[in-house]
Nanobody
Framework: QVQLGESGGGLVQAGGSLRLSCAVSGRSFSGYSMGWFRQAPGKEREFVAGTDWHRGTTYYADFVKGRFTISRDNAKNTVYLQMNSLKPEDTAVYYC??????????????????WGQGTQVTVSS
């Protein structure tokens, strides 16, 4: 059973930074593409960033390009989301997700097989 656990959320002022971590346990991290999504109250879950294991590429939503960076440490079975220049509209619960198969649409929640419980990020103005 694969388990994902996010950490690093919190309250930060606009313009500040946070780094989210997602630790993967239960099996080898290798071969999994990973993604970060977020969900604000009353809104649908939306794609933030993803890293494709098979293609060696990363993807970002337009609204975070230049501000957020996704990375992974395969030795630690952990994926990170560095968030800089945070805005109040970035406030949401952030979720990490793992995709066990190649060819999935990593920008869609349907492309992922495992999800974490989420971590709250609140950006004050």
């Amino acid at each position: 059973q694969v388990q994902l656990g996010e950490s690093g959320g919190g309250l930060v002022q606009a313009g500040g930074s946070l780094r989210l971590s997602c630790a993967v346990s239960g099996r080898s991290f290798s071969g999994y593409s990973m993604g970060w999504f977020r969900q604000a109250p009353g809104k649908e879950r939306e794609f933030v960033a993803g890293t494709d294991w098979h293609r060696g590429t990363t993807y970002y939503a337009d609204f975070v390009k230049g501000r957020f960076t996704i990375s992974r440490d395969n030795a630690k079975n952990t994926v990170y989301l560095q968030m800089n220049s945070l805005k109040p509209e970035d406030t949401a619960v952030y979720y990490c997700a793992a995709d066990a198969y190649s060819g999935s649409d990593l920008r869609s929640p349907l492309g992922y097989d495992y999800w974490g419980q989420g971590t709250q990020v609140t950006v004050s103005s």
